[in-house]
């Protein structure tokens, strides 16, 4: 084990039992992880994603197999991994402000430290004038701002994001990719960035990782060296896109014909 490594991820299965059979979300994933790793995890729907996702938050634990966060095995959520839902997981009767300070109430700092941090991170997020909104009167990349900024409250060292960027228009999105990625620099964070979009996870990732669709396991570990900002149209960009979406497809295929067969079945 290197000592910049924080995440361990062994033999991890994840099977669901449905009424007429057994699903194998995940079958035996190895990874590690080291701190400040930008990784995507990229694959067709119901590869698995948000299934390793939501076993690393502790929200869903694997069926078999271990999954360690700075040595310590994961068995339910806890502050040092924080995530970032594609719906917007704010309170709707709650300003952004009060959604932002709920992030910080169980840490229970004074009243001053608590404002100067709402401040800080209204600033972060160049949400300052939108403060007293309301998540109905914000935008969709508005909102996503402020989910980010609670999960940046909690100071979380990991920041898991599934697919956080997946309702938003192209303008919106590559803005929000852009800040994310100077926070994630800025705060050093590690992130796991669940996505279906290829353009995205190159963009991103310093490592990419793609999975198979059922059984979910991992295809391929790609690490992404060029430097950023990242220009989608370069041709390394475009080479390595050629390459993971040849992947991904595969994958996509093997979704496409499960799902004829389900229905042939019927
Ligand atoms: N609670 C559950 N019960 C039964 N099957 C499930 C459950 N959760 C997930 N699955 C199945 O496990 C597989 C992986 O699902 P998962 O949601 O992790 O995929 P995904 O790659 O995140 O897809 P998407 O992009 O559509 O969210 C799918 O075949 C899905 O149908």
């Known amino acids: 084990m290197s000592m910049s490594d924080l995440i361990h991820i062994r033999n991890v299965d994840k099977r669901f039992a449905t009424a007429d059979k057994e699903v194998v979300a995940l ?5 590690t992880i080291p701190a400040g790793q930008f990784v995507c995890l990229l694959g067709p729907s119901g590869c698995g994603k948000s299934t390793l996702l939501n076993a690393i938050a502790g929200f869903s634990l694997p069926s078999s197999g271990d999954i360690l966060v700075d040595g310590q095995p994961v068995r339910e959520p806890g502050p040092d991994r924080g995530m970032v839902f594609q719906e917007y997981a704010l309170f709707p009767w709650m300003t952004v402000e009060q959604n932002i300070r709920f992030g910080l109430e ?13 401040d800080a991170l209204l600033a972060m997020l160049s949400l300052s004038d939108f403060r007293h909104r309301f998540p109905k009167d914000l935008s969709g990349g508005m909102r996503q701002r402020v989910a980010i900024a609670r999960v940046l409250a909690l100071d979380s060292p990991i920041m898991l994001m599934d697919e956080p ?3 938003l228009d192209a303008l ?11 926070l994630w620099a800025e705060l050093k964070k590690t992130i796991i960035f669940v996505t279906h979009s290829i353009e995205e996870s190159i963009y991103l990732a310093d490592r990419t990782i793609v999975l198979t669709y059922r059984p979910g396991r991992i295809k391929r570990d790609v690490q992404i060296d060029m430097e950023r900002p990242r ?3 370069a041709p390394g960009f475009n080479a390595l896109k050629r390459e993971l979406a040849e992947l991904v497809m595969e994958e996509q295929r093997r979704h496409h014909n499960d799902e004829i067969h389900a229905v042939t079945s019927d």
Do not use: C, H, W
């Open 165 to 167: 960027f997946g309702a």
């Open 172 to 182: 919106t999105r590559r803005n929000l990719q852009d800040e994310l990625l100077k």
């Open 106 to 118: 169980i840490k229970r700092l004074g009243q001053r430290e608590m404002a100067e941090k709402v």
């Open 231 to 233: 220009d989608p149209s």
């Open 27 to 31: 079958d035996d994933i190895n990874l």
